[in-house]
């Protein structure tokens, strides 16, 4: 994804975070797909390949938000609140795609360390709702439209 100037101004505040986290912009990352990669996509079989996530989901109880990656969001979704025993929520979540956006790996260790000061609980950080914010601004910096969002309607009702 391309980010002209308008969008730019508009997400200036994910732009800072990212070029924090990442040190240059995010319409920087051409990335030429792997010739493994092409293969498969030849193949028709990458589909399984594209399922790479980043997230960030809210215990309402405790309000601690996960910042976490999986190749499925849903089944994802449901091991963590079958293990937790309670309704975690999803705030945002984005499905990088292979070859173009960095590496869900990448981003998550990013996200962990830039909060390292706020983590209570392995993955689990205690984020002010302008730390949520700036991580929803950077989601949608990187994959625009297409992300998964409920901040808004998470956290107005809590």
């Not at 730019?8 to 797909?33: C, E, H, I, Q, S």
């Not at 990656?69 to 937790?84: E, F, K, P, Y």
Request: aromatic share 10%; glycine share 6%.
């Amino acid at each position: 994804m391309t980010l002209n100037r308008e969008a730019m101004t508009k997400v200036a505040p994910a732009v800072n975070l990212y070029n924090t986290l990442m040190g240059r912009y995010v319409n920087d990352f051409p990335y030429p797909l792997k010739k493994h990669q092409m293969r498969l996509i030849e193949e028709g079989d990458l589909f399984w390949e594209m399922e790479d996530w980043v997230y960030l989901i809210y215990n309402k109880y405790n309000n601690l938000c996960k910042i976490g990656r999986t190749g499925n969001l849903h089944a994802r979704m449901l091991s963590l609140r079958a293990t937790s025993g309670i309704s975690l929520q999803l705030l945002v979540a984005i499905n990088l795609e292979a070859g173009y956006d960095e590496k869900s790996e990448l981003i998550e260790e990013l996200l962990h360390d830039h909060f390292k000061s706020k983590r209570e609980l392995g993955e689990w950080f205690s984020l002010s709702v302008r730390e949520i914010i700036s991580i929803r601004l950077l989601f949608y910096a990187i994959e625009g439209i297409d992300m998964r969002d409920s901040v808004k309607e998470v956290l107005s009702d809590n």
